[in-house]
Protein backbone atom coordinates (compact mmCIF):
# COMPACT_ATOMS: atom_id res chain seq x y z
CA UNK A 1 0.00 0.00 0.00
CA UNK A 2 1.55 3.69 -0.57
CA UNK A 3 2.67 4.88 2.41
CA UNK A 4 1.01 8.62 1.64
CA UNK A 5 -2.05 5.89 1.55
CA UNK A 6 -1.80 5.38 5.53
CA UNK A 7 -1.25 8.84 6.49
CA UNK A 8 -4.66 9.97 4.70
CA UNK A 9 -7.63 10.74 7.18
CA UNK A 10 -9.61 8.84 4.74
CA UNK A 11 -8.30 7.08 1.85
CA UNK A 12 -8.81 9.25 -1.35
CA UNK A 13 -9.74 11.66 -0.21
CA UNK A 14 -9.04 15.65 0.72
CA UNK A 15 -8.17 16.61 4.28
CA UNK A 16 -10.71 18.93 4.74
CA UNK A 17 -13.29 16.55 3.27
CA UNK A 18 -12.50 13.82 5.33
CA UNK A 19 -12.28 16.14 8.40
CA UNK A 20 -16.26 17.11 7.63
CA UNK A 21 -16.81 13.11 7.31
CA UNK A 22 -15.50 12.53 11.07
CA UNK A 23 -18.03 15.91 12.27
CA UNK A 24 -20.84 14.99 10.85
CA UNK A 25 -20.47 11.68 12.94
CA UNK A 26 -23.36 11.09 15.55
CA UNK A 27 -21.42 10.96 19.30
CA UNK A 28 -22.83 7.50 19.75
CA UNK A 29 -20.42 6.45 16.98
CA UNK A 30 -17.24 8.14 17.97
CA UNK A 31 -16.57 5.04 20.56
CA UNK A 32 -16.41 2.46 17.83
CA UNK A 33 -14.62 5.01 15.20
CA UNK A 34 -12.01 5.71 17.27
CA UNK A 35 -10.49 1.98 17.07
CA UNK A 36 -10.40 2.54 13.42
CA UNK A 37 -6.66 4.01 13.79
CA UNK A 38 -4.73 5.69 16.15
CA UNK A 39 -4.75 8.85 14.12
CA UNK A 40 -8.83 8.86 14.06
CA UNK A 41 -8.96 8.33 17.78
CA UNK A 42 -6.43 11.65 18.52
CA UNK A 43 -8.96 13.46 16.40
CA UNK A 44 -12.16 12.23 18.21
CA UNK A 45 -10.79 13.15 21.56
CA UNK A 46 -9.32 16.55 21.03
CA UNK A 47 -10.66 19.66 22.58
CA UNK A 48 -10.05 21.30 18.77
CA UNK A 49 -12.48 18.72 17.24
CA UNK A 50 -14.99 19.23 19.66
CA UNK A 51 -14.91 23.07 19.53
CA UNK A 52 -14.71 22.39 15.64
CA UNK A 53 -17.78 20.11 15.82
CA UNK A 54 -19.56 23.30 18.00
CA UNK A 55 -18.31 25.95 15.51
CA UNK A 56 -20.35 24.02 12.44
CA UNK A 57 -23.57 22.98 14.43
CA UNK A 58 -22.83 19.16 14.25
CA UNK A 59 -22.78 18.97 18.56
CA UNK A 60 -25.84 17.01 19.90
CA UNK A 61 -27.80 19.09 22.81
CA UNK A 62 -28.76 16.26 25.64
CA UNK A 63 -30.29 16.76 28.84
CA UNK A 64 -29.08 15.03 31.52
CA UNK A 65 -30.77 14.39 34.92
CA UNK A 66 -29.76 13.47 38.45
CA UNK A 67 -32.94 11.44 38.82
CA UNK A 68 -34.59 8.97 41.21
CA UNK A 69 -34.69 5.01 39.81
CA UNK A 70 -38.07 3.46 40.06
CA UNK A 71 -38.19 0.76 42.96
CA UNK A 72 -38.90 -2.63 41.89
CA UNK A 73 -41.99 -4.06 41.37
CA UNK A 74 -42.08 -6.51 43.51
CA UNK A 75 -40.94 -4.81 46.64
CA UNK A 76 -42.23 -1.63 48.90
CA UNK A 77 -40.29 1.51 48.45
CA UNK A 78 -37.86 1.67 51.33
CA UNK A 79 -35.31 4.67 53.18
CA UNK A 80 -34.07 6.77 50.58
CA UNK A 81 -34.31 6.45 46.99
CA UNK A 82 -31.88 5.60 44.54
CA UNK A 83 -30.65 8.33 41.48
CA UNK A 84 -28.49 8.01 38.94
CA UNK A 85 -27.73 9.80 35.61
CA UNK A 86 -30.94 9.80 32.69
CA UNK A 87 -30.12 11.49 29.66
CA UNK A 88 -32.78 12.66 26.85
CA UNK A 89 -32.37 12.98 23.52
CA UNK A 90 -33.76 15.94 21.92
CA UNK A 91 -33.38 15.68 18.80
CA UNK A 92 -34.72 11.72 18.82
CA UNK A 93 -37.00 11.98 21.69
CA UNK A 94 -35.17 8.54 23.14
CA UNK A 95 -34.30 8.39 26.83
CA UNK A 96 -31.51 6.31 28.52
CA UNK A 97 -29.15 6.17 30.99
CA UNK A 98 -25.64 6.56 31.81
CA UNK A 99 -23.87 3.73 33.40
CA UNK A 100 -23.17 3.84 37.23
CA UNK A 101 -20.53 5.20 38.82
CA UNK A 102 -17.78 2.09 39.64
CA UNK A 103 -17.13 3.15 43.06
CA UNK A 104 -20.61 4.02 43.62
CA UNK A 105 -22.65 0.79 41.74
CA UNK A 106 -26.06 1.34 43.56
CA UNK A 107 -26.58 4.96 43.03
CA UNK A 108 -25.15 8.12 42.87
CA UNK A 109 -24.47 9.91 45.73
CA UNK A 110 -27.16 11.54 47.18
CA UNK A 111 -27.48 15.13 46.94
CA UNK A 112 -24.42 15.55 44.41
CA UNK A 113 -23.79 18.10 42.24
CA UNK A 114 -23.62 17.94 38.12
CA UNK A 115 -22.31 20.60 35.71
CA UNK A 116 -21.05 20.36 32.01
CA UNK A 117 -18.11 21.83 30.13
CA UNK A 118 -16.79 20.78 26.32
CA UNK A 119 -19.36 17.75 26.28
CA UNK A 120 -18.06 16.13 29.29
CA UNK A 121 -20.48 15.36 32.49
CA UNK A 122 -19.12 16.20 35.78
CA UNK A 123 -20.51 15.37 39.05
CA UNK A 124 -19.23 16.63 42.36
CA UNK A 125 -20.16 15.92 46.16
CA UNK A 126 -23.08 14.84 47.70
CA UNK A 127 -23.62 12.27 50.37
CA UNK A 128 -22.37 8.48 50.71
CA UNK A 129 -24.96 6.49 49.84
CA UNK A 130 -24.86 4.33 52.39
CA UNK A 131 -23.26 6.18 55.43
CA UNK A 132 -24.58 9.59 54.27
CA UNK A 133 -21.37 11.06 55.23
CA UNK A 134 -19.93 14.25 52.77
CA UNK A 135 -17.61 12.90 50.27
CA UNK A 136 -15.01 15.10 47.95
CA UNK A 137 -15.31 12.30 45.17
CA UNK A 138 -15.01 14.23 41.49
CA UNK A 139 -15.71 12.50 38.69
CA UNK A 140 -16.01 12.88 34.90
CA UNK A 141 -18.20 10.98 32.25
CA UNK A 142 -17.01 10.81 28.36
CA UNK A 143 -19.73 10.37 26.56
CA UNK A 144 -17.07 9.19 23.13
CA UNK A 145 -15.57 6.55 25.84
CA UNK A 146 -18.42 6.03 27.84
CA UNK A 147 -16.62 5.84 30.84
CA UNK A 148 -15.87 7.17 34.18
CA UNK A 149 -12.73 8.64 35.51
CA UNK A 150 -11.95 9.39 38.96
CA UNK A 151 -10.13 12.92 39.94
CA UNK A 152 -8.78 14.99 42.37
CA UNK A 153 -10.75 14.99 45.39
CA UNK A 154 -12.52 18.37 46.28
CA UNK A 155 -9.73 20.28 48.80
CA UNK A 156 -12.70 19.99 51.31
CA UNK A 157 -16.31 18.45 52.29
CA UNK A 158 -19.29 20.94 50.98
CA UNK A 159 -22.83 20.06 50.63
CA UNK A 160 -25.20 22.13 48.82
CA UNK A 161 -22.89 24.37 46.90
CA UNK A 162 -23.33 26.61 43.67
CA UNK A 163 -21.34 24.51 40.75
CA UNK A 164 -21.21 25.36 37.25
CA UNK A 165 -18.84 25.01 34.29
CA UNK A 166 -17.61 26.84 31.37
CA UNK A 167 -13.71 26.73 28.86
CA UNK A 168 -12.89 23.31 30.42
CA UNK A 169 -12.90 24.36 33.96
CA UNK A 170 -15.43 24.03 37.25
CA UNK A 171 -16.75 26.77 39.33
CA UNK A 172 -17.50 25.90 43.10
CA UNK A 173 -18.83 28.37 45.64
CA UNK A 174 -21.02 28.61 48.64
CA UNK A 175 -22.86 25.54 50.86
CA UNK A 176 -21.75 24.47 53.83
CA UNK A 177 -19.20 22.46 55.36
CA UNK A 178 -19.54 19.27 57.83
CA UNK A 179 -20.42 21.42 60.84
CA UNK A 180 -23.57 22.96 58.96
CA UNK A 181 -21.01 26.29 58.70
CA UNK A 182 -22.16 28.54 55.83
CA UNK A 183 -19.55 29.06 53.71
CA UNK A 184 -17.88 31.92 51.37
CA UNK A 185 -15.12 30.11 49.58
CA UNK A 186 -14.36 29.56 46.31
CA UNK A 187 -12.58 27.32 43.89
CA UNK A 188 -11.98 26.41 40.65
CA UNK A 189 -11.21 22.53 38.99
CA UNK A 190 -9.08 22.78 35.74
CA UNK A 191 -10.00 18.83 33.93
CA UNK A 192 -7.54 18.66 31.83
CA UNK A 193 -4.75 19.46 34.04
CA UNK A 194 -6.46 17.62 37.78
CA UNK A 195 -5.95 20.94 39.67
CA UNK A 196 -7.62 22.25 42.25
CA UNK A 197 -7.03 26.36 42.32
CA UNK A 198 -8.48 28.68 45.18
CA UNK A 199 -10.38 31.79 43.98
CA UNK A 200 -11.50 35.03 46.22
CA UNK A 201 -13.97 34.60 48.75
CA UNK A 202 -17.66 35.90 47.84
CA UNK A 203 -18.23 39.01 50.06
CA UNK A 204 -20.84 36.68 52.12
CA UNK A 205 -22.07 33.24 53.01
CA UNK A 206 -24.13 30.91 50.99
CA UNK A 207 -25.57 27.89 52.23
CA UNK A 208 -27.79 26.13 49.33
CA UNK A 209 -27.60 28.64 46.82
CA UNK A 210 -27.27 27.52 43.04
CA UNK A 211 -24.88 28.06 40.39
CA UNK A 212 -25.62 29.13 36.70
CA UNK A 213 -23.43 30.17 33.63
CA UNK A 214 -24.05 33.87 32.25
CA UNK A 215 -22.30 34.14 29.01
CA UNK A 216 -18.35 33.05 30.22
CA UNK A 217 -18.97 34.13 33.70
CA UNK A 218 -19.89 32.42 36.85
CA UNK A 219 -23.39 33.27 38.82
CA UNK A 220 -23.79 32.10 42.44
CA UNK A 221 -27.74 32.60 43.39
CA UNK A 222 -29.31 33.49 46.80
CA UNK A 223 -28.48 31.36 49.60
CA UNK A 224 -28.35 32.14 53.23
CA UNK A 225 -26.19 32.73 56.13
CA UNK A 226 -25.47 30.19 59.05
CA UNK A 227 -27.25 32.65 61.54
CA UNK A 228 -30.07 32.92 58.91
CA UNK A 229 -31.02 29.32 58.05
CA UNK A 230 -33.72 29.26 55.53
CA UNK A 231 -34.18 32.83 55.01
CA UNK A 232 -33.03 32.73 51.29
CA UNK A 233 -30.83 36.58 49.82
CA UNK A 234 -32.18 38.36 47.07
CA UNK A 235 -28.57 39.02 45.89
CA UNK A 236 -26.61 37.25 43.98
CA UNK A 237 -22.77 37.18 43.75
CA UNK A 238 -21.05 36.77 39.42
CA UNK A 239 -17.26 35.69 39.62
CA UNK A 240 -16.07 37.35 36.09
CA UNK A 241 -13.50 35.57 34.21
CA UNK A 242 -11.58 38.67 32.96
CA UNK A 243 -11.03 40.44 36.03
CA UNK A 244 -11.25 37.45 37.87
CA UNK A 245 -12.96 39.12 40.66
CA UNK A 246 -16.43 39.23 42.51
CA UNK A 247 -19.48 41.44 41.73
CA UNK A 248 -22.18 41.44 44.29
CA UNK A 249 -25.54 41.81 42.10
CA UNK A 250 -28.67 43.11 44.46
CA UNK A 251 -32.06 42.03 43.85
CA UNK A 252 -31.32 39.46 41.49
CA UNK A 253 -33.48 36.31 42.92
CA UNK A 254 -37.34 38.02 43.21
CA UNK A 255 -38.16 34.54 45.06
CA UNK A 256 -38.16 33.71 48.57
CA UNK A 257 -38.15 29.95 47.15
CA UNK A 258 -34.75 28.04 47.53
CA UNK A 259 -33.27 28.56 44.48
CA UNK A 260 -31.75 25.04 44.13
CA UNK A 261 -32.42 23.29 40.24
CA UNK A 262 -35.10 25.89 39.33
CA UNK A 263 -32.94 28.94 38.32
CA UNK A 264 -33.42 29.90 35.07
CA UNK A 265 -31.83 32.48 32.76
CA UNK A 266 -33.48 35.03 30.56
CA UNK A 267 -32.36 36.66 27.77
CA UNK A 268 -30.94 39.86 29.35
CA UNK A 269 -29.11 37.82 32.37
CA UNK A 270 -32.11 38.14 34.42
CA UNK A 271 -32.89 35.38 36.73
CA UNK A 272 -36.03 34.06 37.08
CA UNK A 273 -37.73 30.85 39.45
CA UNK A 274 -38.99 28.06 37.28
CA UNK A 275 -41.02 27.10 40.19
CA UNK A 276 -43.59 30.16 40.11
CA UNK A 277 -43.59 29.63 36.46
CA UNK A 278 -46.83 27.40 36.18
CA UNK A 279 -48.54 25.92 39.63
CA UNK A 280 -48.32 22.49 37.69
CA UNK A 281 -44.03 22.82 38.84
CA UNK A 282 -44.35 24.55 42.10
CA UNK A 283 -42.85 21.56 43.93
CA UNK A 284 -39.55 20.31 43.29
CA UNK A 285 -39.52 22.13 39.81
CA UNK A 286 -36.32 21.73 37.95
CA UNK A 287 -35.43 23.68 34.53
CA UNK A 288 -32.85 22.54 32.20
CA UNK A 289 -32.38 25.21 28.95
CA UNK A 290 -31.74 23.25 25.40
CA UNK A 291 -31.44 26.19 23.46
CA UNK A 292 -34.48 26.54 21.47
CA UNK A 293 -36.66 24.64 24.04
CA UNK A 294 -36.57 24.11 27.63
CA UNK A 295 -37.30 20.74 29.92
CA UNK A 296 -39.16 21.66 33.15
CA UNK A 297 -40.27 19.20 35.41
CA UNK A 298 -41.68 19.37 38.82
CA UNK A 299 -44.95 18.30 40.56
CA UNK A 300 -48.38 20.52 41.57
CA UNK A 301 -48.03 19.54 44.80
CA UNK A 302 -45.92 17.75 47.27
CA UNK A 303 -46.79 13.77 47.18
CA UNK A 304 -48.83 14.79 43.09
CA UNK A 305 -47.09 12.40 39.99
CA UNK A 306 -43.87 14.36 38.31
CA UNK A 307 -44.59 16.18 35.41
CA UNK A 308 -42.19 16.83 32.43
CA UNK A 309 -43.32 19.61 30.34
CA UNK A 310 -41.31 21.73 27.29
CA UNK A 311 -41.29 25.34 26.87
CA UNK A 312 -40.55 27.04 23.67
CA UNK A 313 -37.88 29.63 24.76
CA UNK A 314 -39.04 33.09 22.95
CA UNK A 315 -35.74 34.45 21.98
CA UNK A 316 -37.25 37.49 20.19
CA UNK A 317 -39.36 38.50 23.45
CA UNK A 318 -37.07 37.30 25.92
CA UNK A 319 -39.51 35.61 27.70
CA UNK A 320 -40.98 32.08 28.01
CA UNK A 321 -44.61 30.49 26.32
CA UNK A 322 -46.65 28.39 27.95
CA UNK A 323 -45.56 24.57 29.55
CA UNK A 324 -46.62 21.82 27.60
CA UNK A 325 -46.66 18.30 28.82
CA UNK A 326 -44.92 15.63 27.30
CA UNK A 327 -44.71 11.58 27.65
CA UNK A 328 -41.96 10.01 29.09
CA UNK A 329 -41.98 6.18 29.69
CA UNK A 330 -41.98 4.70 33.20
CA UNK A 331 -38.90 3.97 34.19
CA UNK A 332 -38.05 7.52 33.33
CA UNK A 333 -40.73 9.34 35.30
CA UNK A 334 -39.17 9.61 38.67
CA UNK A 335 -38.51 12.81 40.70
CA UNK A 336 -35.53 15.00 38.93
CA UNK A 337 -33.16 16.81 41.70
CA UNK A 338 -31.24 19.38 38.96
CA UNK A 339 -30.43 18.75 35.40
CA UNK A 340 -27.84 20.16 32.82
CA UNK A 341 -27.56 20.19 28.83
CA UNK A 342 -24.60 18.77 28.04
CA UNK A 343 -23.58 19.82 24.12
CA UNK A 344 -22.03 16.59 23.03
Given at each position: MNQNKLTELVPGLPEDIALECLTRLHYSTHGVASRVC?????????????YHRKQ?????????????????????????????ISVFDLVSGIWDRVDPIPKYP????????????????????GWNPSSWDPIKDVFVYDFMTRRWNQCMDMPE????????????RVFIAGG???SKNALSSAWVFDISSN????????????????????????????????????????????????????????????????PRACVGVGKNGNLTC????????????????LGDRTLVTGSAYQGAPHGFFFVEN??????????????????????VQSGCCVEI
Open positions: RRWCRILQSKAFYTGFTHKTACLVQALPSPVESKPTGQPRFADGLPMFCQIATTEGKLIVMGARSFFAMGATGGHDEEWTELPRMSEERDECEGVIIGSNFCVVSGYDTENQGRFKSSAELYELSTAQWRRVEDAWGSSQCWAESDPNVKVGACGVDNKKQGQNSKLTKINVPDEFSGF
